[in-house]
């Protein structure tokens, strides 16, 4: 076919080609067309997406400031607390060392005139009486008892709450505490109707002795206490690394119900063996644990209704578990007709030492002062047996001086010596363990005194 036909118009070949091209220019048209618009949709999302992106770093990034002041203000407001806290435990210290100091003090100034009525009333103990007479000074000793305790009791709590009360960890012998007690309550428990027994221990263990023994004199007492028919047993035996001392009684039972709270402050249970007598704050067993925990002890407790309680004390043993045989005790010799020198500025307790000492039939040479003790030890030939002296004394000197003075005076520097005082801190009991002497507290227990002369006696 011609590629065009008369009168110049194209061919149909002609208008195929021009129509193809036209398809494919339509086709690139179209194609550029959409690529366009897909390009322009998507930066459109990406616009999109980075406003979003923009406000969400907004967003996040106010919520962070938001948080950052919330939390600035916490941690203000706990640098303020704390500070308030400082201060309060600050006060609270003060208070607590102020209250000890008071407590101390008081307790020196009430305990001194219950030392002079406990010593009268010992040494009118001793002598025979009606019953009638009898039955009203035990009733006053009950009395004294009381007050004695309550002071005691308040005076060891406010220690133990200013972190005052420290123990001194020792290897030491424990049989002679336990032959100690005996004696000193078996009296006692006999004037009660009851069996006291002591069974004896070689072990050593490592503890403050003396704070062994404030915890065994409390459960000890409280056996007797509340015990109205049979007995009281003290023994120990060997558990592991530990020595568990035991004291056993014959007294009406702890419910189940009340055996651990015993040891929380101001709880006491009702006792029918012991309405006759004082009923206690129930502060008793809560310091026995505090103590106990002090020396790295563990006080425990078992009992039957109607059967009777134990209260145990395990005590950290020490390396060496057994001590040699020691040498018979002689603490039973007689006092009589030996001589004794009590030096005590306060008149009523000079008095009372003396009647108690003249009555066990011993020399007692009385002086209110240093000076007047050794006018006194002027023109004796003899040395005393012992010398007495209180630790705190009115023209500023001490005990350990009037000790001192009197043993340069009669040319002897061991005659043996106690100190006495109703000074609660444990200066002076360091001091005279240092010292080599005998230590006791007012109020004094003459039992107490007349075991530690009697031993110190036989000693010497």
Not at 160 to 168: N, R, S
Not at 257 to 275: G, K
Not at 419 to 442: H, M, Q
């Amino acid at each position: 076919m011609s590629s065009r036909l008369d009168g110049g118009e194209l061919s149909v070949d002609d208008l195929a080609r021009e129509n193809a091209k036209l398809k494919k220019i339509v086709k690139v048209l179209i194609d550029r067309v959409e690529r366009s618009t897909d390009a322009q949709g998507n930066a459109f999302s990406l616009f999109q997406a980075a406003i979003t992106l923009e406000s969400t770093v907004r967003q996040r990034t106010a919520e962070l400031q938001s948080l950052n002041g919330q939390l600035s203000a916490e941690i203000e407001e706990r640098r303020v607390v704390e500070e308030m806290l400082n201060v309060a435990k600050a006060d609270a210290e003060r208070a607590n060392a102020g209250k000890t100091e008071f407590l101390t003090a008081a307790s020196h100034d009430l305990l001194q005139p219950l030392n002079v009525a406990r010593l009268f009333v010992d040494a009118l103990a001793e002598r025979p009486l009606d019953a009638e007479a009898a039955t009203m000074l035990d009733r006053v000793c009950r009395s004294l008892e009381s007050a004695e305790s309550l002071l005691r009791t308040l005076l060891d709590m406010s220690r133990l709450d200013a972190g005052a009360m420290h123990a001194e960890l020792t290897d030491v012998a424990i049989d002679p505490l336990l032959r100690h007690l005996s004696d000193e309550y078996g009296l006692a428990a006999e004037e009660r109707g009851l069996r006291l027994r002591v069974v004896p221990c070689e072990a050593l263990v490592h503890t403050d002795i003396r704070l062994l023994e404030r915890v065994l004199r409390n459960l000890l007492g409280n056996a007797l206490r509340y015990t109205e028919r049979g007995g009281v047993l003290v023994g120990a035996r060997r558990r592991a690394s530990r020595l568990q001392i035991e004291v056993w009684d014959t007294g009406s039972g702890i419910p189940a119900a009340d055996l651990r709270a015993i040891f929380r402050e101001f709880h006491r249970l009702a006792h029918p063996e012991a309405d006759d007598r004082a009923p206690g704050m129930g502060l008793g067993l809560a310091i026995v644990d505090r103590i106990a925990r002090l020396i790295g002890a563990t006080v425990d407790v078992r009992s039957r209704v109607g059967r009777g309680s134990v209260f145990s004390v395990a005590v950290p043993l020490a390396e060496q578990s057994a001590l040699p045989a020691a040498r018979a005790d002689r603490a039973g010799e007689p006092l009589r007709g030996r001589t004794i020198f009590i030096v005590d500025d306060d008149g009523p307790t000079l008095d009372g030492m003396r009647t108690v000492l003249s009555g066990w039939g011993m020399d007692a040479v009385a002086a209110h002062s240093i000076d007047d003790a050794l006018s006194r030890s002027r023109g004796r030939r003899e040395r005393p047996a012992a010398i007495l002296a209180d630790y705190h004394l009115h023209d500023g000197s001490s005990g350990f001086d009037a000790i001192d003075a009197l043993r340069a005076s009669f040319a002897c520097h061991d005659i043996p010596a106690i100190v006495i005082t109703a000074d609660p801190s444990d200066v002076a009991r360091r001091r005279a363990a240092e010292r080599g002497f005998g230590y006791l507290n007012k109020p004094l227990r003459v039992e107490r005194l007349r075991s530690l002369l009697a031993h110190m006696l036989a000693a010497a």
